[in-house]
C-alpha cells in the first residue's frame, strides 16, 4: 500500500435504498483505494452484488439485529489482517470495522447515537472510551492510525449550524465534546480542519426535515482522525456534499504512504 492514496467514508443510512437510488455509480469514476461504508442496515447477502466487482477486497460487519447499524469496506488493496473489535462494539452491531496494513491501522467506524435515552448515551461514552484506548494501546505499539467514520458529535460551534439551540442535545452535549478534545490531546488530527482551518457552513449531514439540506442546516459529524506521525503524508481532506443518496454525504483524505 504505498503512493498517492485516497480514502472515503460514508453513512449510507441503508445500503439498498442508495442503490435503489442508483447512488453509487459516481464511485467507478472515483476511483478511491478504500471506501468505509456505515449504517449499512443489511445482512451480507443483500448487498449489491455490483459493489463486490468494483473492488477485489470486501468487508461486511452486519449487526446481529437485522436491518440495523452494520459496516463494510471496499478496498483495492488486501489487509494484512482484518478486525471487527467485539470488544468494543460488545452489542454486536457491527460498528467497527479495522483493516491492518503492516504497521498502519485503518478503521471505519458507526459510533453509537446518544439521543434515546440515558443508558444509551452511557453506552456511547464507553464507546468512545474504549475504542481510543485500544487506539492508543496500539500506537504504544508502534502503529500509525487512521480512523473515519460517523462519530455522532459535531466538535465545535462551527460544526453545527445551530449550536446554541441543540447545547442540550446528544451529538452536541459537553461531554460527548470533551472525548473530541481528548482524542486531539492524545495525539490524533481532526484532517478536515487541519487542511481547511476554520471554514464555515462545511457539513455531512442534515436532517431529513423541513429541507434541511437545501437549506444547508447540518452538522459535521463525519470525520477522518490521523495519528500525528502521519500529519506529513496528508495531502488533502475533503467533504463530498454534492453527492446525494443519503442524509450523510461522503468525506475524505489523500495521503501518499
Known amino acids: 500500500m504505498t503512493g498517492s492514496i485516497e480514502i472515503l467514508s460514508w453513512n ?71 478486525l471487527t473489535c467485539k470488544e468494543i462494539d460488545t452489542l454486536d452491531e457491527g460498528r467497527i470495522i479495522e483493516h491492518r496494513y503492516g504497521d498502519l491501522c485503518i478503521f471505519g467506524i458507526y459510533f453509537p447515537n446518544g439521543q434515546k435515552d440515558e443508558e444509551r448515551l452511557a453506552h456511547k461514552m464507553k464507546f468512545y472510551d474504549d475504542f481510543l484506548a485500544y487506539c492508543d494501546a496500539l500506537r504504544t505499539e508502534g502503529k500509525s492510525i487512521i480512523f473515519c467514520g460517523d462519530v455522532n458529535t459535531a466538535h465545535c460551534e ?15 452535549l459537553p461531554i460527548e465534546r470533551a472525548w473530541i478534545d481528548k482524542v486531539i490531546e492524545h495525539g490524533y488530527i481532526d ?58 454525504c461522503p468525506v475524505g483524505i489523500r495521503l501518499s504512504l
Not at 164 to 171: D, V
Not at 203 to 227: C, H, P, Q, T
Request: one cysteine or more; charged letters at 30%.
Open 191 to 248: 484532517t478536515f480542519r487541519y487542511v481547511h482551518g476554520d471554514e464555515i457552513d462545511r457539513y455531512s449531514w442534515w436532517s431529513y426535515r423541513a429541507g434541511a439540506r437545501i437549506k444547508n442546516v447540518g452538522w459535521r459529524i463525519d470525520y477522518f482522525f490521523i495519528s500525528d506521525d502521519l500529519a506529513e503524508c496528508l495531502e488533502d481532506a475533503f467533504i463530498l456534499d454534492e453527492i446525494m443518496g443519503s442524509d450523510h
Open 12 to 82: 449510507l443510512n441503508g445500503i439498498r435504498a442508495v442503490a435503489d437510488k442508483n447512488g453509487f455509480a459516481w464511485l467507478d469514476e472515483r476511483g478511491a483505494d478504500l471506501i468505509f461504508f456505515q449504517e449499512i442496515k443489511a445482512m451480507e447477502d443483500q448487498v449489491p452484488k455490483h459493489l463486490f466487482e468494483i473492488y477485489p477486497h470486501h468487508v461486511v460487519n452486519s449487526a446481529a439485529k437485522k436491518g440495523y447499524s452494520g459496516t463494510m469496506s471496499l478496498s483495492r488493496f488486501t489487509p494484512d489482517m482484518v
Open 158 to 172: 462551527i460544526d453545527l449550524k445551530h449550536p446554541k439551540a441543540n447545547e442540550k442535545t446528544s451529538g452536541f
